[in-house]
């Protein structure tokens, strides 16, 4: 099965539309940088204003982890189309090709063959997602520094400490790979019924796009539905920025408001995942290979 | 003779159409055996099904005594193929593509047998360009290479010398003659061109709109004292019903709605039409073929559609 992980994976990095992905989240993520490194200041001052007049504000609160959670939460709405560029490809890109038809008559079984290019997909998302968190984390911690993080809400502010912060990176970092995977998965299913990428890649998107909308619209119609849909669960990653805290009012150093929540989604998405993979079995072990 | 595919009245369909109906051949080992037909005869849906690229709607193809389709892996592994185009990985380059279809086949080839495989098809000095620079010749004496490079027992090309120049042509041609002589390898090799068949093959098939026409050995399906008589009758189920019950029915190659195909020699003509007229059966001609070229080019132009069973 390694073999088959390797060669696809060393199929994918030869690649250049591979590269567009890293290109495009490292020229994002610099530009954000950029933005902030300028006019940073002033910004934060003109969020804070309502805060300012009411709280003496100590310390730099333009730091590298306000910087990566904003880039998360920017980034993490335009990354499934970078991810659907590779995923949507895996299949319809060796039938339009016409390698499809080679490669499947080499002594390897649909299963495993279908099996080993799914792999190499979430590899190449979470190496993006690794990608991903060097540039907005390491780089702005870099740039602009470490100090407490300070969340502003709708309705409340979050304040966490900066020694509770990064590990809260991590596992962000680890479930949005969770999330983006499930756009990979479904970005795959749909190459297989594709003889050309740009299909599975609008079909991919086009879910996506229709499925926020639901989730942003509230109406009832739609809201029996939310519950299921993956992109309801694909922004989840923020559960981890919202800290429990004690009796005395005090924040619990390690500690999430509501774990079961991010887990109930994080489950939701394995689902999803291990159904498209099994989707993508069925199907290309029943379809004829005509291209 | 030691048969290494059988193939048995395999039959595809896509829907209403049927691309291929009642297929059987044998090729067998060190065979160069020529599948033959027009554009769009079948070949490359039965060279799919060959290669499980496509499930048969019915029939059964048996590789090395082995069911195709419950020993897949194990046939596969000794079966080496280039289908239709020879499309290959584009920004991979020649030498990529080699290793890449090479370690797909379970085996890990080493820089020294990939050179060697580039060689057998004059392709060297491109070892390390990318694909998208090739030429189609040259693509195709690499899908060629491909199709080789895991030392497979069985070889199955599918057009094989598409655009290519007389020289690539007559390489080509060298190469699979020389496949099947020196290194004892079982060729499939399917094309339009009679001509080119005629120059490789030991055995042979015809096909026309997915059916068998003929089948035999080049010599045999050539030979001047043989000819292949087309008869068509007012009523030719009751012609092929006849022929199958007569000392002529090993010799029926083809039956259809409008005509039945006998390969006699040339001596039986008047027997057969006489024993036919006795018979009862309303002739309205009977056509005989010199040569399988002849044969093949008034097939194409002669034999009515058939309706889809």
């Known amino acids: 099965m390694w073999n088959l992980v390797s060669l696809e994976l060393f199929k994918i990095f030869r690649k250049p539309r591979t590269y567009i992905a890293f290109a495009a989240i490292s020229a994002i993520i610099g530009l954000i940088q950029l933005g902030f490194y300028v006019d940073g200041e002033a910004y934060i001052k003109f969020g804070m204003q309502a805060l300012s007049d009411n709280f003496d504000i100590e310390g730099k609160v333009l730091n590298g982890y306000l910087l990566a959670y904003i880039i998360l939460q920017t980034l993490l709405i335009h990354v499934p189309l970078l991810i659907a560029l590779v995923a949507g490809d895996m299949i319809s890109g060796e039938a339009n090709m016409g390698t499809l038809r080679l490669l499947v008559s080499k002594p390897v079984s649909r299963d495993k063959l279908i099996s080993a290019k799914l792999i190499a997909s979430c590899i190449y998302t979470i190496m993006l997602l690794i990608w991903m968190a060097i540039c907005a984390l390491f780089l702005s911690i870099l740039i602009f520094g470490t100090d407490d993080l300070i969340i502003m809400k709708s309705e409340q502010v979050t304040q966490i400490l900066e020694a509770d912060s990064l590990w809260r990176y991590f596992a962000a970092f680890g479930f949005a790979a969770l999330a983006m995977i499930t756009v990979a998965s479904l970005a795959f299913f749909l190459s297989i019924f594709s003889e050309n990428s740009i299909g599975p890649i609008i079909a991919c998107m086009s879910i996506v796009i229709v499925f926020t909308i639901m989730n942003t619209l509230n109406l009832p119609i739609f809201n029996q539905v939310k519950p299921f849909l993956f992109t309801s669960h694909m922004l989840a990653w923020k559960g981890f920025f919202d800290v429990k805290i004690n009796a005395d009012n005090e924040q619990i150093i390690g500690s999430i408001e509501n774990i079961n929540a991010v887990m109930k989604s994080a489950g939701i998405l394995l689902i999803y995942i291990v159904g498209f993979w099994l989707a993508s079995i069925v199907v290309f072990r029943r379809k004829d290979i005509l291209s | ?309």
């Not at chain 2, 490359?44 to 195709?68: A, Y």
């Not at chain 2, 289908?83 to 370690?103: G, H, M, Q, S, W």
């Not at chain 2, 292949?228 to 199958?244: G, K, P, T, Y």
């Open chain 2, 1 to 309: 003779m030691i048969p290494v595919i059988e193939v048995t009245r395999l039959s595809k369909r896509f829907g209403d159409f049927q691309a291929v109906r009642d297929l059987s051949f044998t090729v067998n080992k060190g065979d160069v055996y020529g599948f033959l037909g027009q554009n769009g005869a079948g070949k490359s849906t039965t060279i799919r099904m060959l290669l499980t690229l496509i499930r048969p709607s019915s029939g059964s193809i048996v590789i090395e005594g082995e069911n195709l389709f419950t020993h897949r892996e194990k046939i596969l592994q000794h079966t080496g193929a280039m289908i239709e185009k020879p499309d290959l990985y584009d920004y991979l380059t020649a030498a990529e593509n080699l290793t890449v279809f090479a370690r797909l086949s379970g085996f890990k080839p080493t820089r020294k047998l990939i050179m060697e495989k580039l060689e057998m098809v004059g392709l060297t000095s491109r070892a390390g360009s990318k694909i998208k620079t090739f030429s189609q010749g040259m693509k195709q004496r690499l899908g060629i290479a491909v199709a080789m490079v895991h030392d497979p027992s069985l070889i199955i090309l599918d057009e094989p010398t598409n655009g290519l120049d007389p020289q690539g042509i007559a390489d080509i041609r060298k190469l699979i003659i020389s496949l099947s002589r020196d290194f004892g390898k079982t060729l499939l090799v399917s094309s339009h061109l009679l001509g080119e068949m005629e120059q490789m093959a030991t055995r042979m098939i015809i096909i026309h709109q997915g059916a068998k026409i003929v089948e035999g050995e080049i010599k045999d399906l050539l030979d001047p004292e043989h000819v292949i008589l087309e008869i068509f009758a007012v009523n030719n189920d009751l012609c092929r019903q006849w022929l199958n019950t007569s000392a002529w029915s090993d010799k029926l190659q083809f039956s259809e709605t409008a005509v039945s195909v006998v390969k006699i020699h040339r001596s039986e003509i008047p027997e057969i039409t006489r024993e036919m007229v006795m018979a009862g059966i309303d002739i309205l001609s009977v056509k005989p073929k010199n040569t399988l070229e002849e044969y093949f080019l008034s097939l194409t132009k002669q034999v009515p559609d058939v309706e889809p069973r």
